[in-house]
């Protein structure tokens, strides 16, 4: 008598990602290509001569402060939705896009000290370079702020909980996101100016 052995695998798990996790990072990728593109052509020109050099506005310097912050209380929003804490988590989203909208008018701000100092988005390339990074990074984070209004609704609506985290989740992927970026753009223009 022959008995014959099979050997069966199981079936593998298929690598999965949620569909909006996926799309969000999709996202990312392209927006951090976009600003690598643009560091790199901004060394080339830089390279080529005929670049004044000047100083950072000193608001940038306290519109860094302000989105760390920002960042720190969208964690913890984050952190208090998993505890279900409804409370802490429509205050700390409400925080973030205050301190969202406050960054994006110390930008504006430090655009106007650029302009005092005769530093222009039409002229020489290094203050072009300056408005078109610094702009860039304010229209992604005029979005942001739109995503933490839609975040904040959903809170009021308790449709944010520990069962139901993706959107906050999303959220605060993106808003890091804005916030690494910013940190990188701030100390590639120090450092290369």
Not at 77 to 86: G, N, V
Not at 113 to 127: K, R
Request: hydrophobic share 55%; aromatic share 16%; proline share 2%.
């Amino acid at each position: 008598m022959t008995s014959e052995f099979r050997i069966v695998e199981e079936p593998k798990q298929p690598l999965a990602m949620n569909a909006k996790k996926f799309a969000m990072w999709l996202f990312l990728v392209s927006v951090g290509m976009l600003f690598a593109a643009f560091s790199s052509a901004y060394i080339v020109r830089q390279a080529e001569g005929n670049w004044v050099d000047f100083s950072l506005p000193s608001l940038f310097y306290y519109t860094t402060a302000i989105i760390v912050l920002s960042g720190i209380s969208m964690q913890w929003a984050y952190f208090a939705a998993k505890k279900d804490e409804f409370g802490k988590v429509k205050t700390l989203v409400g925080i973030t896009a205050v301190l969202g909208i406050a960054f994006l008018v110390g930008q504006v701000i430090g655009w106007r000290q650029l302009t005092e100092s005769s530093i222009y988005l039409v002229g020489n390339p290094s203050g072009s370079f300056v408005y078109i990074l610094t702009g860039l990074h304010g229209a992604h984070l005029i979005g942001g702020i739109v995503f933490l209004i839609i975040v904040l609704i959903s809170a009021f609506q308790m449709k944010i909980h520990s069962k139901n985290l993706l959107q906050i989740e999303l959220c605060v992927t993106y808003w890091h996101f804005l916030g690494g970026l910013w940190i990188y753009l701030f100390v590639f223009l120090i450092l290369n100016r």
